[in-house]
């Protein structure tokens, strides 16, 4: 099976943005990260080709899927046939934003784990 050709625009970090994260590392698929945060015109990039300007944003074989999660990435790729089903199992939520407590730690400059507890 031919890997997919991924794009992921992504926030530095984001419960979300790792979710998708999550779901490369989980099939193995080398893809190109674009870090919203660290680079405002991948921002901008993003928000031109998606129509949009909420992330993660994912573009997969030319085809982008506009705010979207890890769990929805790796759904739209097994009903593709991109993919088929892993049985790797990952080490974040798919679907989750930061908690209170992530945002608090962020805010204060301090390391945030993003382990699925």
């Not at 300007?53 to 573009?59: D, I, N, T, Y």
């Not at 049985?87 to 730690?105: F, R």
Request: aromatic content about 6%; proline content about 7%.
């Amino acid at each position: 099976m031919e890997k997919p050709q991924v794009t992921a625009w992504l926030k530095t970090q984001c419960g979300w943005s790792n979710g998708v994260r999550a779901v490369m590392q989980k099939y193995a698929i080398a893809y190109t990260e674009k870090d919203i945060i660290k680079n405002p015109a991948f921002r901008w990039e993003m928000e031109q080709r998606s129509g949009q300007p909420l992330s993660p944003c994912v573009e997969v074989n030319g085809v982008m899927l506009p705010d979207i999660s890890g769990e929805e990435v790796e759904r739209y790729m097994l009903e593709q046939g991109l993919v088929s089903e892993s049985g790797n199992s990952t080490d974040v939520p798919l679907n989750a934003p930061c908690s209170n407590e992530q945002h608090e730690a962020m805010r204060r400059g301090e390391p945030v784990n993003f382990r699925a507890s």
